[in-house]
């Protein structure tokens, strides 16, 4: 909680000092503006180049950066990429910029026009489409304050909703309705309440992503499509394989197991519900096409009874090297903490071990400038029916 509260506090100096910064810098930027009526704007959505928005003609926008065929404008979280054979330089400009003070997101629900009132006229100097999520600075009765390509519009109110941020499910063991009294962990999924969940995403347009493209949108380099989630599993079971695999498989589905990869079996061992097994080697080999491995440690997903779980406690180095075994085996970049421990310590060790994300199991969702080792989970729960749709939706 106290290191959330901290990170929200240095983003928010953090914003606060980005207008005077630029300000000072505005002498050397370039500046474009489109040769015929618009331009499109391109930014990365899950990896796809997909066209975002469009500038329109008789304005300035202020470019950050350029590769070949592309200048770079600020466009919400991200860069946008605008086609140099499009736009021409403009004539250098100053603009004055408002606070962040809202520091959250929306999402249009039909294209959003970004609006200037100038001389008592309101004009539209560019569009941001529908499903984009997109930061807010301030707002009044009908309009937030965004900004694009370095200068602040408005968009209307009426036509966004609020950004729910991207849900990271949580599963562990399924089991099939008749045979859940043999395992009845809270963590244990009825077959039929997962087969649910998941068909619900697909009639619902979800799009399934990766730990590395969430990451890349946390850490404000990709966008996201309006509807993605994260579907994870801890642990590494073999029930995972059995009913979960086949179905996401059907589904055309992506998904991450966060395996504790010290009890991954040589061999495939047999399916019995009356007790828990784990995956094996070739399993997990098989089921690359669905799944991404990622390390849920190797032999520390264990809890000493006075002292807690054991990356809380454990030397340095015993914990750097079951980490370092654990990425070995699977080819792991992020991590789940066991039990969802971690302190500023452990962090530090997973930093130290070569991840680049950690996963809790803090309720929440995802939104672009969280700490990348301090992520929530959105964990699906036994009775959820609306639970579930209310934390994706
Ligand atoms: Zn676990």
Do not use: C, W
């Not at 990365?44 to 202020?62: C, H, N, P, T, W």
């Not at 937030?144 to 609020?162: F, H, N, P, Q």
């Not at 642990?235 to 059995?242: A, I, P, Q, R």
């Amino acid at each position: 909680m106290r290191r959330r509260v901290l990170g929200s506090m240095l983003l928010f100096a953090f914003l606060f000092l980005l207008p005077y910064e630029k300000h000072a810098k505005v002498n050397q930027s370039i500046f474009i503006q489109t040769v015929g009526p618009s331009a499109p704007v391109y930014a990365y959505m899950a990896d796809e180049l997909k066209e975002v928005g469009k500038i329109y003609s008789g304005r300035v926008f202020q470019v950050i950066g350029e590769n070949k065929t592309h200048y770079f404008i600020q466009y919400g979280f991200v860069k946008g990429m605008v086609k140099k054979q499009d736009v021409k330089l403009g004539r250098p400009s100053k603009f004055t910029k408002l606070a962040n003070r809202l520091k959250r997101s929306v999402i249009g629900t039909k294209d959003l026009q970004v609006y200037i009132f100038q001389n008592g006229n309101q004009q539209s100097i560019g569009k941001i489409n529908a499903g984009v999520r997109y930061p807010v600075k301030q707002e009044t009765k009908l309009f937030y304050v965004v900004e694009l390509g370095g200068r602040d519009g408005y968009i209307y109110k009426r036509v966004t909703k609020k950004d729910p941020g991207v849900p990271v499910l949580l599963y562990h063991h399924i089991l099939q309705d008749k045979d859940e009294r043999f395992f009845r962990a809270t963590t244990t999924v009825p077959l039929s309440q997962f087969t649910s969940e998941m068909n619900y995403l697909k009639k619902q347009n979800y799009t399934t992503i990766t730990p590395r493209q969430l990451l890349a949108y946390v850490k404000k380099e990709q966008l996201l499509p309006p509807k993605s989630v994260l579907i994870t599993f801890d642990d590494g079971l073999k029930s995972n394989y059995v009913y979960a695999y086949p179905l996401l498989k059907r589904l055309n589905f992506k998904a991450t197991i966060f395996m504790i990869t010290g009890r991954m079996r040589p061999a495939p061992q047999p399916f019995d519900p009356r007790g828990l097994q784990f995956l094996s080697k070739q399993e997990v080999a098989a089921m690359r096409d669905v799944f991404t491995f990622e390390s849920h440690t190797s032999h520390f997903h264990l809890s000493d009874k006075k002292r807690g779980p054991y990356l809380l406690f454990k030397p340095y180095n015993e914990i750097m090297e079951d980490l370092k075994a654990s990425i070995a085996k699977v080819n792991a970049t992020a991590i789940a903490y066991p039990f969802g421990a971690y302190n500023e310590r452990v962090i530090r060790i997973v930093k130290d071990a070569g991840f680049t994300m950690g996963f809790t199991t803090k309720k929440g969702t995802v939104y672009p400038g969280d700490p990348v080792f301090d992520s929530h989970f959105a964990p699906s729960q036994r009775k959820s029916g609306g639970f579930f749709v209310s934390i994706v939706e």
